[in-house]
Structure formats: C-alpha cells, structure tokens
C-alpha cells in the first residue's frame, strides 16, 4: 500500500485517502448527532 | 518520487507566487508556515490579554478595567491561547514536518487542508469581533458552564459559532494527518520506525476526532437552551446543568492532552539529537503516548469533584487519574535516561527541552496534588489550580513550541538563528516564567480564588511579584519575534543536515526544503531512523 504512492498507483492513494478521511468525518458526525440525541428525555 | 506519482503533481508543481500563493495553497509548507505565523500573532492577542489581567492583579482593588471586562480579558484569553496559539502551531508543526518525516509528497488531502487553515481566521474575526459588541465579549469562563454563560448577551451565538468552526477545523486536521501517516509513508518507513513527533500526532489526531465532536454537542445544546427553548442544563425544565460539566470535562481532559502529546513528541525529537544518543525505550514510549491518550477518556470527572460525586464515582476518578502518572512517568524517565551518558551539547532547543522535562514534572506534580479527591477540596477553583495548569501549558507546551521553532527554523528558512539571541530569549523565559507562575501556588493555598479582579490585602506581595514576572515574560517574548524575523531574512546558511545529532528523512532534505519534497523515492532504514 505505502509503496503505491511512489509507484504508479497514484488514484489508488488518492481513492484510499478519501474513503479513509469519508469513514473518519462520518465518525465524527455521529459522534456529534450521538452526544445531542443521548441526551434528549 | 520520479516516478508517475509525482507526473500526476506535475501540472502544479510551479511555484505559486504573491497573495495566491497563500490563498489558494495546497502545499503543507506553505500551510505549515500560515498555522505557526497565525499562532505566534494568536500568542501576542492572547499575551496582551494576559497582561491586563496582571496590570488589574499587580494591586489590590479595581485599577484599570472594570470587572466585567476583566472576566472577559480571562475567558477570551483561555480560548485565543488553547484554540488559537497551542493547536495552531502544533498542526504547523505537523504540517511543515510529518510529510517530509516519513517521506511523503505532501499531505494526503491538500484542499481539505487549505480549507482547515482559512476556516481559523475567520472563527477567530467571530470570536474577538465580540470586544465590540454590545453586552461585551464571553465572560463566562472558557469552560462556558451554564447558566452563568446564557446571560452572555449578543456575543452568545459568535462564541458558540466560533467554537464550532474551529471543531470543524480541527478534525478535519485530524482527519488528514491520520490519512497522512496511514496512506502515505516511503517505502520502509514502517509503523515502529515513525519518528516519535509523528506517532505522537498520529494519537492526537485519534483523540481530536473522538473529543471535538462531543465540545460540539455540548455547545449545540447550549445554543439550543438558549434560543430554541429546550432544556437540556436547564433544571426548571427537567434539565441538568451539571451534565454540561460533565460533557464538557469529557472533551477538556483530552483536550488537555491534545496541546501536551506533539509537545512529548517535539521533546522526544530533540533530547536525542542533542544528547546523541537513540531515544531510551522508543516502543515504551508509543505504548505510554497511546495509554495516556486512551486513559484521557476515564479520568474527566476530577475537573468536578466538588459538584457533589457519588463517593465511588469520586475514588474511581482520583485512582484513574493517578493511573496516568505511570505512563507519563515513563515518558520522563526515557528522556533522563536517554541523555544519561550522552555526549550533550545546549544548543537552544536543547535548553528549552530541558526546561521541559523539569517543568512540566512540576506541573505534573501539582495536578497529581489535585487529583486527590480530599485535597482537591482545598485547591479547587484557585489560583493553585491557576499555577497547576500554566506550568503544563506554558512552560509545558509553549516551551516545547519554542523549542521546536529553534529546532527546525534552520531547516525552514535555510538560514541559523542567532544563538546568542536565542539563548538570552531562553533564559529570560525559564527566569521570569517561574516568577511568574511559582508564587500563584502559594496564593492558592492561602486561598485566593482564581477568576476575580479585586482580592484580600494578604495576598497583595505574591500577586505583584507574579505580576512583575508576567510583564518581563511578556516582554522578553518580543525577542523571539525579532529573532525570527532575523532567521527569515538572511543569516548564517544552515547545511541540509543542520545538527551534527539529528537524525530522519528531513536531514536528507536541503534547508530549506524544495517546494516539492521529494523527487525521488526515499529509502528509509534503520541506519537512517537511529544511530
């Protein structure tokens, strides 16, 4: 995987980055709406 | 990197020049240097702040500013140094140094980047916008605990606003360096031969994304009490408002260790180089930086033992807390035992690490004073807490900031600092921030309550020699400036290599840097990582 980047496999790194930075957002937002919501009566 | 990888960087890889260089940036040097020049003018905002809380303090009873504008200068002061001077500079410092540490391009998310930085200067125009309003800016404390912070009149909404864009911003800095050290590193660059600045922003940037979101809600549930009629810390409608400390402190302990880690990880770049030696126990510190990171979640409620804890609530807090002594322990233990025996030198970034070490020990001693329970009851709310929490801050954090900047400005500019300078500036902060904070202990036992303009006589001498520390402080910290801007502009030309002792993919790098980083794949061993 790491090897990619200097190796041809630019758009590989790339997909990977923004499926990674997608899966870590979406943590993060549920994490928010999480916090609100558990604390409504 | 000559291979297509970087064809594909090609069609950017001129130099952008005037106010679209900084604008539209895409390269982390170029975005590294915004964060550490937007956190050093943060400093200065913050700084004034600081002086006229200690221009009102030099003397007993009110003298310049009236004591709504004095809470303000406390509250806006807190929230300009942690969210607009420490973190800023440590993503600069994770922006200028961790793709060029593990041989990267740049980071993995250039835009989102960009976008990180830009959202800062305008959450900060929100915020300080406030000075001007009317009702004045936030008085209530940085830790904006209802119902005190509900009274804030028209700046309400631009605090909370700001709180949220600068979340914003820090994840999505997260998110990058995360994706960064995962989906980017040279061949051989494997996990356990990161640089330890780089594992210990790696822990930071997992903590931001677990915590910001929390700080998030927590202040969306304020705005909501306040305009939108529910009542989540209100108790006339079934509300609680200590649920918000408890919320709040869920994302303030971590918060805590969010501005110490990249300082662990600077010192830990620093101590080796200069004591020539391979840092003592490189797995034990990872492991001890990921167990403070994970204990950070369990120990919040020790911000709160006064609010009235169930008593096993109370003990679990105090032991938990306890608990992270033994990973920090570690910490300080591999820094003496990396210099022991070693052929050390005290160049200016040397200086300030060992600063460091003692210093931050000594903040680390009087926080584990407040963790206990019993004890806690006597410090809580003054100006021990105050010393307690400036020591691991200031000569914790900003120490460690100064010393990175002295550390890698060679590398940065290409030009060696003036070290005469440097080391004036050194000692004129190690003296007068003692000065400045050591006494705050002694008024803390005696009692004085942190957060008030006017105090008892009895505390009169402690408070002005504190005082007259924080002006000579605040002063000496001119001196940087100065020696910066001389670095940038010419000086003696500093090698790639820089120190004699440093080791990494950054050495092999020239000074400064090519706008580019790497043209060619570097190959990382062992030889390379360590001695």
């Known amino acids: ?41 | 990197m000559s291979t297509k990888a970087h064809a594909d960087h090609d069609h950017h890889d001129h130099k952008p020049t005037g106010i679209k260089r900084w604008l539209f940036s895409t390269n982390h040097k170029d975005i590294g240097t915004m964060y550490l020049v937007f956190s050093l003018i943060m400093f200065f905002i913050g700084g004034s702040m600081a002086m006229i809380i200690r221009a009102e303090l030099f003397q007993p009873g009110l003298q310049f500013v009236d004591p709504q504008f004095y809470n303000s200068m406390v509250t806006v002061h807190a929230l300009v140094m942690i969210f607009g001077a420490i973190m800023p500079a440590g993503v600069g410092l994770a922006n200028w140094m961790i793709p060029i540490m593990i041989g990267a391009p740049d980071m993995a998310l250039p835009r989102m980047n960009n976008m990180s930085f830009w959202i800062m200067p305008f959450a900060f125009a929100l915020l300080l916008g406030t000075f001007f309003m009317e009702g004045g800016a936030p008085a209530g404390g940085w830790t904006m605990y209802p119902p005190l912070v509900l009274q804030t009149g028209k700046a309400f909404p631009f605090l909370i606003f700001a709180v949220h864009f600068l979340g914003i911003s820090s994840i999505m800095g997260a998110i990058n360096i995360i994706a960064t050290v995962f989906n980017m590193r040279a061949p051989g660059m494997t996990l356990m031969r990161l640089p330890l600045f780089v594992w210990t922003w790696v822990i930071t940037a997992f903590l931001l994304i677990a915590s910001m979101p929390v700080l998030a809600g927590a202040v969306t549930m304020l705005l909501t009490d306040k305009y939108f009629g529910t009542s989540f810390f209100n108790a006339a409608g079934g509300g609680d408002p200590v649920l918000f400390q408890h919320i709040f402190w869920f994302f303030g302990h971590p918060e805590v260790y969010i501005l110490i880690l990249p300082a662990f990880g600077i010192i830990s770049q620093i101590i080796p180089t200069f004591a020539r030696k391979p840092l003592f126990g490189y797995a034990s510190m990872v492991y001890a930086t990921a167990s403070i990171a994970i204990l950070s979640f369990f120990v919040w409620a020790h911000h709160m033992f006064t609010v009235g804890l169930p008593i096993n609530g109370e003990l679990f807090f105090m032991y938990a807390t306890m608990l992270i002594a033994v990973p920090t322990g570690v910490k300080v233990f591999n820094w003496v035992a990396t210099m022991w025996k070693g052929a050390m030198t005290f160049e200016t970034p040397m200086l300030f690490a060992l600063a460091f070490v003692i210093l931050f020990t000594i903040g680390g001693f009087s926080g584990l004073m407040l963790g206990i329970t019993p004890v806690d009851f006597q410090y809580h709310d003054t100006y021990f807490v105050v010393a307690h929490f400036h020591y691991v801050l200031l000569t914790g954090a900003v120490f460690a900031l100064m010393a990175s900047a002295y550390y890698w400005l060679p590398k940065w500019t290409g030009h060696m600092y003036d070290e005469k300078l440097a080391k004036i500036h050194f000692w004129l902060s190690a003296i007068f921030a003692n000065v400045l904070f050591f006494p705050q202990h002694f008024l803390g036992l005696a009692g004085m309550p942190r957060r008030i303009p006017d105090y008892s006589v009895q505390f009169a001498d402690f408070n002005m020699v504190s005082s007259l520390g924080g002006f000579a402080y605040g002063i000496s910290q001119l001196l940087f400036v100065y020696i910066v801007i001389k670095c940038v502009l010419g000086g003696k030309k500093a090698t790639g290599q820089v120190w004699e002792g440093a080791r990494g993919l950054e050495w092999t790098l020239s000074s400064p840097p090519p706008y580019h980083s790497f043209t060619k794949s570097p190959k990382v061993t062992k030889a390379l990582m360590d001695y």
């Open chain 1, 1 to 41: 995987m790491v090897k990619k980047v200097f190796e041809n496999n630019n758009e590989i790194v790339k997909k990977r980055n923004k499926c990674l930075a997608l899966i870590l957002g979406l943590i993060a937002f549920s994490l928010y709406v999480g916090f609100i919501l558990s604390n409504m009566k």
